[in-house]
């Protein structure tokens, strides 16, 4: 089955930019969505497409995806920021979700 | 504005089944399809399945084949996930999602790809398994 691997945890200081990966076989070959959950929330949309962003989401925020990585990048980190960010993508009819990320800001 | 608002927090017994609801406003409720996600505590995130509210069909991820029933009610825009022979391990908070895309267009997903994604998604529903 496809998998896609996230680091556990990323650290950024207020204002500097935050990178999160996001791994998979072919990856830049689907299409990549980004979710950002903070404690006690719902999952909400950052990042679809690869590199669109809904309305109402920060400039802040902005995607890629090519070869076997997406990257989610978080330029001018502030400190609402910090939260849980999961990507998600399309494989042989089954949603597949990596297994998040921790950003942490401080 | 778009809306899915889910039934609230159950307590079941090892071997039951649990019925979660997710109802839908402000859109044309047959026209998305609708997923169910998991989240176990201090766990990731954990796709069960998907819905089209349209015709009723579905698709549910291996692991929880012959244990998961997705179906819908169009009278009321409200979609339901029941899950049966319970077990500790499926403690868990269970979203519904929004599918947002043409999948219902042939050839818009294909076996590689599907240009789609998850918006809204429900407050969530917590569902204690414990004896």
């Known amino acids: 089955s496809y998998e896609l691997t996230q680091p556990p945890s990323v650290s950024v200081s207020p204002g500097q930019t935050a990178s999160i990966t996001c791994s998979g076989n072919k990856l830049g070959d689907k299409y990549a969505c980004w979710y950002q959950q903070k404690p006690g929330q719902s999952p909400v949309l950052v990042i679809y497409q690869d590199s669109r962003r809904p309305s109402g989401i920060p400039e802040r925020f902005s995607g890629s995806n090519s070869g076997n990585t997406a990257t989610l990048t978080i330029s001018g980190t502030q400190a609402m920021d910090e939260a849980d960010y999961y990507c998600q993508a399309w494989d042989s009819s089954t949603e597949v979700f990596g297994g998040g990320t921790k950003l942490t800001v401080l | ?131």
């Open chain 2, 1 to 131: 504005q778009v809306q899915l608002v889910q039934s609230g927090a159950e307590v079941k017994k090892p071997g039951a089944s649990v019925k979660v609801s997710c109802k839908a406003s402000g859109y044309t409720f047959t026209k998305y399809y609708m997923h169910w996600v998991r989240q176990a505590p201090g766990q990731g995130l954990e796709w069960m399945g998907i819905i089209n509210p349209s015709g009723g069909t579905t698709s549910y991820a291996q692991k929880f084949q012959g244990r998961v029933t997705m179906t819908r009610d169009t009278s009321t825009s409200t979609v339901y996930m029941e899950l049966s022979s319970l077990r500790s391990e499926d403690t868990a908070v269970y979203y519904c999602a929004r599918d947002v895309s043409r999948r219902h267009e042939l050839g818009y997903c294909t076996s590689i790809s599907c240009p789609n994604w998850f918006d809204p998604w429900g407050q969530g529903t917590l569902v204690t398994v414990s004896s």
